[in-house]
């Protein structure tokens, strides 16, 4: 499996951004998604999550407290596909986003995914 990350970048505060994850070669069912971030020094964070019923459209599950009100998530069961809509960004944003992706074999057994990262930068 696996996942492929699209658009971190180079941007000033108040700007937005919108990161895209998809998981590709997983034949189990996807329960959950979720962006992650990760600066210098520091652990990784959840930023936020979905949670996946039924091949439906996820529901949102949680989000990092400082980032409530300005970021987004959504996604699509059916399509394997999660987006973060980041707005009013600001410097202390700045990190690695990383998508995971939590599936379920037919058994109940877990399958745990990372994506590689990509860099969102926010400059004062």
């Known amino acids: 499996v696996q996942l492929e990350e699209s658009g971190g970048g180079l941007v000033q505060a108040g700007d937005s951004l919108t990161l895209s994850c998809a998981a590709h070669?997983?034949?189990?069912?996807?329960?959950?998604m979720g962006w992650y971030r990760q600066a210098p020094g520091k652990p990784r964070d959840l930023v936020a999550a979905?949670?996946?019923?039924?091949?439906?459209?996820?529901?949102?599950?949680s989000y990092l407290d400082s980032v409530k009100g300005r970021f987004t998530i959504s996604g699509d069961g059916r399509k394997n596909t999660m987006y973060l809509q980041m707005t009013t960004l600001k410097p202390e944003d700045t990190a690695v986003y990383y998508c995971?992706?939590?599936?379920?074999?037919?058994?109940?057994?877990?399958?745990?995914?990372w994506g590689q990262g990509t860099q969102v930068t926010v400059s004062p």
């Open positions: 979905l949670t996946f019923g039924h091949g439906t459209a996820g529901y949102e599950d």
């Open positions: 070669g997983s034949t189990f069912s996807l329960a959950s």
């Open positions: 995971h992706a939590l599936f379920l074999d037919s058994s109940g057994q877990e399958h745990t995914y």
